[in-house]
């Protein structure tokens, strides 16, 4: 059984808001393409590629067995694939576990979305909830999180200037993030003056509709040298489920993130969460769910206080611009894990983080952060 799982290469396409010149399928070979070239590695059943772990939607590519229709552009003809129909960050967390075990040496992990190609972002994620009791009702990813959020705010006492306050710091992030769909700055008068959307939410407190890929080669610590002198440890990973129905909770609850980073803390020897990372990432595709999940995680007590302090600039709180700056919701996660990937690995250009050691990495999917997961990385 292998010790530890390293990231030998990352490839991520810039993220847009409507990818009209690429197929899904062209958006994961021009990912594949890269690693491929970083690192050497060759699809050889014997020492190179046999297994591929993709992540994708059936709703948004708009066909069932989505995989399907990218096994060519992954590489996984006539090699094992297998799809994760969630945030991708439980792809590289599949793609661990395969490692771990000692079932693979090596792992291409690849994700994509293209929200752009649907009608209504909305109408897909209505498909998320129960057919008989709760579509009809409109539900979707939005109006159900303008609901956490107002209960959030009204358990928080968190204000609508600290939140123009995240999108502001994203956005300033954002500008330093080739990758990031949306650099134009804002001012605090900007967000408070958007579009109210979903009471409580306005426009610019909601992630833009986004198109990308990103790609991943994992490797066990025997042959990591063989792809590259520059390796990113994988050393923790928890994710936990809440309840399907939203009456069965309070939407303030984080039990379930609690217990995804507790799992991810312990396998990576974590102690004090709040002082032992250098960098944090964090989905966050509407602004009211970064401090919320902040607390969730451990980094602070009390995330409206956080926000004043300064804890996102302190902290180093989603560098990448997180989330918010626009990615697509089944990558969030991974491209989270690039983020800190990247920033370990020191290439991380003008938002570089110097020294930088361990990062954590977070996902969410789901209504209202049903599912969460939490990646520990590290560097020698």
Not at 47 to 59: F, P
Not at 120 to 145: I, K
Request: proline share 3%; hydrophobic share 40%.
């Amino acid at each position: 059984m292998a010790n530890r799982v390293a990231i030998c290469a990352v490839a991520q396409l810039p993220f847009e808001s409507n990818m009209w010149t690429k197929r899904f399928q062209e958006m994961c070979f021009d990912v594949v393409e890269p690693i491929l070239k970083q690192t050497g590695v060759t699809f050889d059943m014997n020492k190179g590629i046999r297994n591929v772990v993709t992540c994708s939607d059936d709703i948004f590519d708009a066909r069932t067995i989505s995989d399907n229709g990218v096994t060519d552009a992954v590489g996984a003809h006539y090699r094992g694939e297998e799809k994760i129909a969630m945030d991708g960050l439980n792809a590289l967390g599949y793609g661990m576990a395969s490692v771990l075990s000692g079932h693979d040496d090596v792992i291409l992990v690849v994700g994509h979305c293209k929200e752009s190609q649907s009608e209504s972002r909305d109408s897909c994620t209505n498909l998320a909830y129960d057919p008989f009791y709760c579509r009809p009702l409109g539900m979707d990813f939005m109006n159900v999180a303008a609901m956490q959020m107002r209960a959030y705010m009204a358990k928080s006492g968190l204000t609508e200037e600290q939140l123009a306050k995240v999108v502001v710091n994203a956005r300033r992030n954002a500008a330093k993030n080739p990758f990031a769909n949306c650099k134009d700055l804002v001012s605090v008068d900007d967000v408070l003056k958007s579009e109210l959307v979903c009471d409580p939410m306005r426009a610019l407190h909601a992630y833009p509709v986004s198109d990308g890929a990103v790609a991943f080669l994992l490797c066990n610590e025997e042959r990591h040298k063989e792809f590259t002198d520059n390796p990113v440890w994988l050393t923790g990973f928890g994710n936990n489920m809440h309840s399907y129905f939203l009456g069965d909770r309070d939407l303030t609850d984080m039990s379930n993130l609690q217990k995804a980073a507790a799992r991810a803390f312990k396998m990576a020897g974590v102690k004090n969460p709040a002082q032992d990372f250098d960098l944090y990432e964090i989905n966050d595709p509407y602004a009211y769910q970064l401090p919320m999940w902040l607390e969730g995680l451990g980094i602070c007590d009390k995330g409206p206080a956080f926000i004043d302090d300064g804890g996102l600039e302190k902290k180093n709180v989603n560098i990448s611009g997180g989330m918010l700056a626009g990615n697509p919701i089944m990558i969030g996660g991974l491209a989270r894990a690039a983020e800190a990937a990247l920033q370990l690995r020191g290439q991380a250009g003008d938002r570089q983080i110097q020294g930088a050691k361990k990062a954590l990495a977070h996902s969410t999917t789901g209504a209202a952060g049903q599912f969460q997961s939490v990646l520990v990385l590290e560097k020698d």
